[in-house]
């Protein structure tokens, strides 16, 4: 049976990584929704260096795994004398590669939005940027809300990734604690329970979520 | 930066026979997991009281952990409970597991998209229900299937990056090797890499959604 006094006696440290996971998925959600949606918009601007860059970036980020980017970000950069601690670095990367993920969804959301929309926006005097930012966007966030919430599922789970740079995330915590305890199975059952805690909910109502509006549609 | 040192001949050798490691780990790993996974995908699909729940949970629960976590815990966990495998055979069973959730989603909404009637054409012609949906449901299903699952084994191959936290010597873990030697190697080193999984990755991708035109109907 599982020992819960390693969950009682360690707890702080359980509920540092599990408030450290939380913390480090927001923020790189943030980023990498920003980073998204300006290259979502740069693939569809009719604009052709922009949709180069775009694309490029969505096809390279997507293609490789996020390691790279965090070794490159942790190892690589401090060759060049840029030296960023394990969690920055980790955001960063987790930022960097979701973004890639989240700029394909939400051009998917946009393109959605039938093309007269735009027409009619433009023809109504709004310019490209207005016309973009207050018809389509709005209209685009309904369709991209269920893939967003699983790219935050996403980020959650890939946030695992910072226990290999220590930036002290539940990962990380639980690698700790089993190094102290001596005890392997129990900490990571635990700390998958934790894990869950987070990933389980958003996964239930994105599903509830895709299925309202598949119903809606 | 020292771009020839680090692109002599051994080192991309050693390179090369990192990344023939990976996609053997990860072409048996998919292998196995289309099996287990396409007995949890059917398991759901049949919805058989109890069982069907059950295969529903274990699905869930693995899908919404880190993979990172369950490679950890197959190689540091379970030889607690007797069961000590080597690093490749751990990276195996860890791909698997996770994967096999993964392809049972996808392989369940195949079997979905077969419309219900075909199964009581089956089942009406005689046919029992197993048959049924070995010869009437699944060839139907697997042309929708078998996009998604070419997706899938892109992020196989990504992931797989993951079990160098195990050492096991795949692609990632061969570039960590040549980087220790000298930090002037590190950049040049990722930078292969990555084109490395780019290429792949992105002819894969390619591969990927012209089955999904062609079997768009």
Known sequence: MLDFTILTENSDMFLEGFKNTLYVSFLALIGSFVLGTILA???????????????????????????????FIFTGLPVLGIRLSGFVAGTLALMIYTAAFIAEAIRAGILSVPKGQMEAARSSGLTYNQAM???????????????????????????????IVAAGELMYQGDLISARTFVVFDVYIFVAVFYLIITLPLSYGVNRLEKRLAKSN | MDFIGAYSPDNLLFLLQGF???IQVAAISIVFSFIL?????VLRYAKIPVVSKIAAVIVEIIRNLPLLLIIFFVYFALPEIGLKFGVVASAIIALTVFESAMLAEIIRSGLNSVPKGQIEAGRSSGLSYIQTLWYIIFP???????PPIVSQFISLLKDTSLAVVIALPELMRNAQVINAQNVNYIIPI????????????????????????????
């Not at chain 1, 922009?50 to 790279?68: C, D, K, Q, S």
């Not at chain 2, 996974?37 to 995908?41: L, Q």
């Open chain 2, 37 to 41: 996974g396409g007995i949890f995908g």
């Open chain 1, 41 to 71: 918009v740069f693939r569809i601007a009719p604009i052709k260096p922009l949709n180069w860059f775009g694309t490029a970036y969505v096809e390279f980020f997507r293609n490789i795994p996020i390691l790279i980017i965090l070794f």
């Open chain 1, 133 to 163: 930012l207050h018809v389509i966007l709005p209209q685009a966030i309904k369709i991209v809300i269920p893939p967003l919430g699983n790219q935050f599922i996403n980020l959650v789970k890939n946030s695992s990734i910072l226990t």
């Open chain 2, 140 to 146: 139907q299903g697997i042309r929708k299937m078998v």
């Open chain 2, 20 to 22: 023939w490691m990976t």
């Open chain 2, 190 to 217: 990722f930078i292969f890499i990555a084109v490395v999984y780019f290429i792949v990755n992105y002819i894969l991708s390619i591969i990927a959604r012209r089955l999904e035109l062609k079997t768009d109907y």
